[in-house]
Structures are given as C-alpha cells and as structure tokens.
C-alpha cells in the first residue's frame, strides 16, 4: 500500500529554519519522484519543488533562494528545508509522489499534510 | 509560470451535471499530450487526483468524472453529481516548470 506521511514541528518562530520530512511506503525514492506542496489557510495549492527517482532537484523560483529538498533512500524518507521563515509561509505542507515520463507532473499519492504555524 | 484561472465557485443539484472550466494563459499541449491534470480536495484532506493529461481517469475514480480538452481551454465533468462530491477541484499544468495550479473551483449543491 502506498503511503507518504510528514512530519515535523508545528510551530516555528519567525526568521528560523522549517524542517519536515516525508516518509514514504509501499514504493522506491529510486523509482518515483516526490513533490512538495503548500496550502495556507483558506487559499490554493503551491507547488514548492521536487526531488526526482535519481536525486536531482528542482525548485519553484520563488522559493529558490530560501528551499533545500534532499532525502535518504535508505530510510525512504524525503527531507524539506526552508529558511528565514514569515508568517506568510504558514501553510499545511504535503509531500506527493510522481511517476516519471509523461506523469512526471502527476501526484498520484499524497500524504495527509503537516500544519507549519510561524508565529514567536 | 503557467497561470491558470478557475471559476471560484458552482452550484448545481444532485444529480445534474457539473462542469468545471480551466483556462491558461499558455499552451500546455505538448507531442500530442495535454499536461493538464485535476485534483479534489475535501476540507481537511490532501488533493486526490482525479484525471490526468486531460482525460485519464486515475485508478479508482468513478466513470462520473471525466475530463477534455487541449491547448488552453479544459474542463472537467460530473455526471451526474452526488452529494458526496462537494468539495473544492484544482487543476494543475506539468507542461512547464514550476508546476502550477488554478486558484480552485468549489462546487455546492443547490
């Protein structure tokens, strides 16, 4: 069965670093790509970057600067990093899988998401 | 970026049908392939994927849902719609990089 699900702390203060990480089941980091996805309260989806099944990365150009995404195979699990953060980046974060070819883009597998407040 | 623009809002009534409108601003056709996919999302859930390349039907989605389309224009189609439906749909473009998605649709019963 296939399964992502993130983890990390719920609160961040303001100008810190946000960590999460994905851990995934039922299929290989090697054979999938996985996406990262924000969702503030009450608006859209954004999509943040991706790490493809051969460990390049990609990156939405307005979070560039600020966003590091790397994982473990070994654990299966996917890693987001994002610095400096404002209480614009409070956001419910998912990881989502891919598959590669034409369906490079299409998240066939979410996780349930975890809720980043940044407030002090 | 690709942008993508949706209705905000549809009602309609349990059993008719529901069309929801995508519009870009940039062709997302690509060798014979639309990068065009939709997603429903309940509140408090993830995004589900419902249809991808414009037309696919995901595993285990039912046959109520469909979508079309090309180059600019797609829609996605319920017929007909069930009270279970309600919920907020996206599309979402992988013709370019970054992935983008439309603002959402959400869909009510009258």
């Known amino acids: 069965q296939v399964q992502l699900k993130e983890s990390g702390p719920g609160l961040v203060q303001p100008s810190q670093t946000l960590s999460l990480t994905c851990t995934v089941s039922g299929f290989s980091l090697t054979s999938y790509h996985v996406h990262w996805v924000r969702q503030p309260p009450g608006k859209g989806l954004e999509w943040m970057g991706r790490?493809?099944?051969?460990?390049?990365?990609d990156y939405n150009s307005a979070l560039k600067s600020r966003l590091s995404i790397s994982r473990d195979t070994s654990k299966s699990q996917v890693f987001l990093k994002m610095n400096s953060l404002q209480t614009e980046d409070t956001a419910m974060y998912f990881c989502a899988r891919s598959t590669m070819g034409m369906t490079t883009g299409v998240m066939d597998a979410w996780g349930q998401g975890a809720s980043v407040t940044v407030s002090s | 970026d690709i942008v993508l623009t949706q209705s905000p809002a549809l009602a309609v009534s349990l059993g008719q049908r529901a069309t929801i409108s995508c519009k870009t601003n940039q062709n997302v056709d690509y060798y014979g392939n639309s990068y065009m996919h939709w997603y429903q999302q309940k509140p408090g859930q993830q995004p589900k994927l419902l249809i991808y390349l414009a037309s696919n039907l995901a595993s285990g989605i039912p046959a109520r849902f469909s979508g079309r389309g090309s180059g600019t224009d797609f829609t996605l189609t319920i017929d007909p719609v069930e009270a279970d439906d309600t919920a907020t749909y996206y599309c979402?473009?992988?013709?370019?990089?970054?992935?983008?998605f439309g603002a959402g649709t959400k869909l009510e019963l009258k």
């Open positions: 979402q473009q992988s013709r370019n990089l970054p992935n983008t």
């Open positions: 790490i493809q099944n051969g460990g390049s990365t």
